[in-house]
């Protein structure tokens, strides 16, 4: 806790827009001249984001400890203005708004560290800077907006940056064809998203009196809920529409939070270097999806306020990623695709999580997915480096001897992610888990499922990298400080963070045999929802008990088959060349077909047809009826020749003859 | 404040004066002369800017008035300008002195004749966008076709003359169009006949339907062929493509503009009864342009003919937002001619610089790699690329987003009984979204991300200081737009406030009569 009385603490709350300008300007600045000095940029980086922590862990003290006595802090200006509408960019503050403002600056501070150990030696060191500030300052702007509009527009924002940094080695064909691929799967997604808002505007926009248009908050129902309730008594939207409208937006955190069948570009995103999958493809930007359905909740209820079909569309949206790009990552041969693929399968859990209604459980495994996923992430990034560049997995192996510091973060992580006990991911999980039993009992036994391919493809990442005996060309050694330290910084959270959501009266209530669905509330779900909040999740033990079961069985089996290596299931999948495994196999390696679909469809069928169609189309209607009009006259200029050289004046009469004929002849017959 | 007294012709004085001294001048001297004659007007519109009265906006100020002679008809030099003329008298201002410093490639060819022929084009791009008088907006708008047909067919490149003709051809047709409308409409008007546009603007609209609709539908396809528009825009990527580098500049930036205003001035300002009948129609080939175009940027190999195609596109745009006759849609409509004037000068203006060093346009033979020995200039290049697909922050995010709100909340998309195409029309120009992200990423791609080709090896250069100049210049103006879009719309928006509710109320008589035509409508 900052040493700061009330009076400050409101200060800073009221002065939030700091946080999202400190690095946009950073990142001029870098752009504009500093980039010619490697340390001025890191320092004017770094400091920005060491600012802004500063100024969020303010902001959220003030929230905390009610110096800020208001449930959130609002400030908008005019951005653009007429008659028909004006829209605001503005500034919101509040507890969920806090808590995202910390995990970006943090994860960002110490992303930003480790980037300095990392990106070195790299020519572009000043320029990934500039990226990373850039990114930065266009995440925390998403996280303060106040309404739909300006949420797209930094939405759009931290997608760029993403394609600049995904696209930061410019020379390697991969990342071209990598960061174009992300930035148009995103526009897909924002199409809807954009037609989405598209709709919700027009039927919502009488009802804003005294707010901001398509506002998240507001004062005298101006709020989400309040303008859909509103507009529903206006009979301008209706449970049908509004299910349509949800399904459109979603159609943006779809792409964003790479969600099936948006999904493609994720795993292509790692052709960044690696902090960047990190920063933006772990820990903010992906999660960005899940903060908008956050953020804007009553869009996806029904009119009344009730969950309805548009949630569920959300759930098995979820569902399906996490289950999905799970059975992808237990084939996948790249330490950072496996770790791709498990970001996408985690997004999943969060949104089944919003979807059942367990809402507080997808925030928090947000908030425990974005420190330990970020520290997987630099852990592999780590590895790369100490390989020298080496990402197969099947090349390294007892990498637990050279590299300690790694190995234990990465160990942590796995942990974490997998589901252990007493590990953060542990309590954000079962909270899902145990809110999709409620309300879907067939997507939570999928999680569950899910739950231990994790532990499974987790601990198989593991034992092949850390365990074993070397099997690489390279000499592997220890990542220098400024990398190690923010892995250790990072698994300070990973171990702790997940107390936030659990009260003990809870477990101690069930361990005396009491049952009850809706427990007492937890810290993180009273800070983020308030007391009266949707949803609390007791604690369920027998759930409980199968969810660890079901991960230590996805232990056990990766560690038989990757560590002791008795037994030889995998490699029967592997080495199967005909049936039902082969076929499992080659689905799970292909990642699904989805890629060779999609590309198939646009570079075999869509594209070849458009451009034959354009080719006749253009070539022969327009050009040949447009020049045939010509011709006439060409014709017309031909008999005229014997009066007239000039190609230029004949036409020129000619045209100007006939439509002073028409002019003439409409003037004599006026239309009545 | 008392108004400064002949500003408006102090600035038509400086582009003229600068075609007759840079003609009589060495040609040693020209480029200099050129530059300098560019800065005094810059510096003119930007006092014109300083000078302009806020509060009456909508109002034209500056106001010169000489009559010539009154029968039979009246002729007379009459200029002024409001927010909207203003905002595109800053623009001409802006992007000639680009395009003036952006000449360096016509070298010894000409020059003297090259600037004087430019001034000459200013002055009449000028004289269109303050014109008060509809004769003299009609003899201005024709005038800039004979610098212009010179330019391309003298310092054009190899197909020049055929790329010019038809450009002349195309736009004479136009013309010829609109002095039929004109003469058609000052013939209906009977007594009260007349050139002033200021009368005209509230005389017009009283004139009977049908009157309006015919009158309009010559100064309609006047418009739309200089737009350009489906189908008339084939002139439009040859025209380009075969012209020199800063007269690209120009005719994307400046000569579209002349058709977007008088779409805005004109068509919508005179009859608004045309935009009630036929709105749907014309927002359905707004639409169709922004999708039609940027497809066929798709399959486009020629990078000049893409960022052409693109102009298509995103006048598109401006289609779009002018038939919605919503205010916020115009307004957004008019922010699109100033932001499509910068970036589109931007990004011809790289494309030139690009050409320069690799002498081909083919995508094919660039072949990609230029990041490595153009640094800045692909930095520019990106900046442009997002500018142009529409990056929040950037100039053209404002105008897209904006024409979308608009038109989906306007009066055409509520129609009841056409609202639903309307809308459907709205989904459509939405996918140019996708599209223009597909072609102008595939764009940079090509040229400047993967491994170089093993031909341009120590061949090629950065950005020359000049052409940093004229590249931060154009990229300040698209940021600075971008972030607060208020510095412009606050001296256009109560003349898009004004024209949207004056339509409005023709409106509520349109469709009241509409409806009575269509009997069976009323019983649902």
């Known amino acids: ?672 | 404040m008392s108004e400064p007294q002949h500003l408006l012709s102090i600035l038509l004085l400086v582009p003229l004066l600068g075609c007759l001294a840079i003609a009589c001048s060495p040609e040693g001297m020209a480029r200099k002369m050129a530059i300098g004659f560019g800065s005094a007007l810059f510096a003119v519109s930007a006092w014109l800017v300083a000078q302009f009265d806020l509060s009456r906006a909508s109002e034209y100020q500056f106001v010169e008035r000489l009559s010539w002679f009154k029968h039979p008809f009246p002729v007379e030099y009459f200029v002024g300008a409001d927010g909207l003329s203003l905002s595109m008298v800053a623009l001409t201002g802006f992007v000639t002195l680009m395009a003036i410093l952006a000449s360096t490639s016509i070298g010894n060819n000409r020059p003297r004749l090259y600037y004087s022929m430019l001034m000459l084009l200013t002055f009449s791009v000028l004289g269109v966008f303050i014109s008060m008088d509809l004769l003299q907006f009609f003899i201005v708008y024709e005038l800039e076709l004979v610098p212009m047909y010179f330019l391309i067919a003298i310092w054009g490149g190899p197909r020049r003359s055929y790329a010019a003709l038809k450009f002349l051809i195309y736009t004479f047709f136009g013309g010829v169009l609109m002095l039929a409308s004109l003469v058609y409409m000052y013939s209906q008007m009977n007594a009260s006949a007349t050139f002033d546009m200021v009368k005209l603007a509230s005389l017009t609209p009283l004139l009977p339907r049908d009157i309006q609709i015919m009158s309009c539908l010559g100064f309609f396809l006047a418009f739309i062929i200089k737009l350009p528009s489906f189908p008339f825009h084939t002139w439009l990527p040859d025209a380009h493509v075969e012209a020199p580098t800063p007269i690209s500049m120009l005719l994307a930036g400046l000569l579209l503009k002349m058709g977007s205003y008088g779409l805005v001035r004109i068509c919508l300002g005179f009859f608004p009864y045309f935009f009630i009948d036929y709105g749907p129609q014309i927002m359905a080939l707004g639409a169709f342009n922004i999708v039609w175009a940027a497809a066929a940027c798709l399959v486009q190999q020629d990078m000049k003919r893409i960022i052409a195609l693109s102009s298509v596109s995103h006048m598109g745009f401006v289609l779009l937002g002018v038939a919605s006759l919503s205010s916020g849609a115009l307004n957004g409509a008019i922010f699109q001619m100033v932001s499509h004037g910068v970036i589109s000068a931007l990004l011809f203006f790289l494309v030139g610089a690009v050409y320069e060093r690799t002498h081909t346009r083919q995508l094919a033979e660039i072949g990609g790699g230029l990041a490595k020995q153009m640094p800045t200039l692909f930095y520019f290049w990106m900046l442009g690329c997002m500018a142009n697909l529409g990056l929040p922050g950037l100039s053209g995010f404002v105008a897209e987003v904006t024409i979308f709100y608009g038109a989906f909340t306007s009066p055409m998309a509520e129609w009841i009984s056409k609202g639903g195409m309307v809308q459907g029309w709205i989904y459509l120009a939405c996918t140019g979204v996708i599209l223009t992200a597909g072609y102008m990423l595939w764009l940079l791609k090509k040229l400047f991300y993967g491994e170089e080709l093993p031909k341009w090896k120590g061949h090629l250069h950065d950005a020359t200081t000049t052409e940093k100049i004229v590249a931060y210049t154009l990229s300040f103006s698209i940021l600075a737009l971008g972030v607060y879009p208020a510095v412009l719309t606050r001296y256009y928006q109560p003349i898009s406030d004004k024209m949207a509710a004056e339509a409005k109320e023709h409106i509520e008589i349109g469709f009241d009569t509409n409806q009575q035509q269509d009997p069976e409508k009323q019983v649902h």
């Open chain 1, 1 to 672: 806790m900052l040493p700061l009385d009330p009076s400050q603490l409101k200060w800073f709350v009221e002065h939030a827009g700091f946080i999202v300008a400190a690095p946009f300007l950073a990142g001029f600045l870098i752009i504009m001249g500093l980039r010619a000095s490697k340390t001025m940029s890191m320092i004017t980086s770094v400091s920005a984001v060491v600012y802004g922590l500063f100024h969020s862990i303010a902001i959220f003290q003030a929230l905390v400890t009610k110096a800020y006595p208001e449930p959130f802090f609002q400030q908008n200006i005019d951005w653009f203005s007429s008659q028909a509408f004006t829209l605001s960019v503005g500034v919101l503050v509040d507890n969920l708004a806090s808590l995202m403002l910390i995990v970006v600056t943090a994860v960002s501070l110490l992303v930003q560290i480790y980037t300095h150990g990392y990106m070195r030696e790299d020519p572009g060191y000043s320029r990934f800077y500039a990226y990373l500030s850039l990114f930065t300052g266009s995440m925390l702007g998403l996280v303060v907006s106040t309404n739909l509009f300006q949420m797209y527009g930094f939405w759009e924002l931290v997608g760029v940056c993403s394609y600049f940094l995904i696209g930061f080695w410019w020379y390697k064909e991969s990342a071209a064809k990598a960061c174009m691929k992300a930035f148009v799967v995103n526009r897909v997604g924002d199409f809807g998203f954009l037609i989405g808002i598209l709709l919700f505007l027009m039927a919502t926009k009488d009802f804003y009196q005294g707010g901001v248009l398509l506002g998240f908050v507001g004062s005298n129902g101006t709020d989400l809920a309040s303008v859909i309730h509103k507009a529903a008594e206006a009979n301008a939207i209706t449970a049908g529409s509004l299910f349509v409208i949800a399904c459109l937006i979603f159609m943006g955190p779809m792409a964003k939070s790479a969600q099936f069948p948006l999904h493609v570009w994720l795993p292509d995103a790692m052709e960044g270097p690696t902090p960047i999958s990190a920063l933006i493809h772990a820990a903010t930007m992906v999660a960005a999806g899940i903060y908008l359905v956050a953020r804007a909740y009553p869009i996806w209820l029904t009119p009344d306020g009730q969950m309805g079909p548009a949630l569920t569309v959300v759930a098995t949206v979820g569902a399906i990623t996490a289950f999905m790009a799970a059975t992808i990552a237990m084939s996948q041969n790249d330490i950072k695709r496996v770790l791709a693929w498990s970001t996408c399968s985690q997004l999943g859990y969060m949104f089944v999580g919003l979807g059942v209604g367990a809402f507080t459980g997808g925030i928090f495994h947000l908030f425990n997915h974005a420190f330990f996923k970020a520290m997987l992430f630099l852990c592999s990034g780590a590895v790369i480096h100490g390989l020298h560049g080496e990402q197969d997995i099947r090349n390294m192996g007892g990498l637990r001897k050279s590299m300690p510091i790694t190995h234990f973060c990465f160990l942590i992580g796995t942990m974490a992610i997998a589901g252990f006990p007493l590990f953060s991911g542990f309590f954000s999980k079962d909270e899902i888990i145990s809110g999709a039993m409620v309300n879907h009992p067939f997507i939570g036994w999928l999680m569950l499922i899910t739950a231990g391919m994790t532990a499974f493809y987790m601990f198989r990442l593991y034992f092949l990298t850390f365990t074993g005996t070397y099997r690489g060309n390279a000499h592997p050694h220890e990542s220098p400080a400024a990398m190690t330290w923010p892995l250790l910084v990072l698994s300070i959270p990973s171990m702790l963070t997940g107390y936030l959501g659990f009260n003990f009266a809870n477990l101690q209530a069930a361990l005396a045999g009491e049952h009850s669905e809706h427990g007492l509330p937890n810290h993180f779900a009273s800070f983020v929802f308030g007391p009266s909040g949707p949803h609390f999740e007791g604690v369920n033990l027998t759930l409980m008990g199968t969810s660890i079961a079901i991960a230590v069985f996805g232990f056990a089996m990766a560690y038989l088959m990757y560590l002791t290596r008795t037994v030889h299931i995998a490699r029967g999948f592997a080495e199967a060349r005909s049936g039902v495994r082969q076929m499992l196999y080659n689905m799970s390696l292909n990642k699904w077909y989805m890629d060779d679909i999609y590309f198939g469809l646009v570079d075999r069928v869509f594209l070849p047809l458009f451009k034959r169609a354009w080719t006749l189309i253009d070539m022969v209607f327009v050009e040949g009826i447009v020049n045939g009009v010509g011709l006439l006259f060409v014709s017309a200029a031909e008999v005229l020749k014997y009066l007239q050289t000039g190609r230029g004046q004949s036409y020129a009469l000619v045209i100007f003859l006939a439509v002073a004929g028409l002019a003439w002849i409409a003037y004599i017959f006026p239309i009545r």
